[in-house]
């Protein structure tokens, strides 16, 4: 019952603990301001009447075309520093 020992050194390499790490950074931001931007613009979408072309709320839907402007933003300017590197 001789087993040789399982060499795991590569999952625990500082370099690639360090590139999971990165790739996390960069990522998260991007999928947050995503899904606010996507919240957003639906409920932005929702609170507006063809109709009548009104909004129902348009205090709040102030605040959520501010939020959808800052999260487009976001993810334009993390696209352009990506492009950068």
Known sequence: MNRKKCNIDWAFNRSNTQNIKTMKKIKLPHFVFT???????VSLFK???FETL???EPA???VYLIGFVLSIYAIVNDYKKQAEK
Request: no cysteine.
């Open 35 to 41: 899904t606010i931007a996507i919240i957003l613009g």
């Open 47 to 49: 609170q507006f009447d």
């Open 54 to 56: 009104k909004l129902e």
């Open 60 to 62: 709040l839907s102030i």
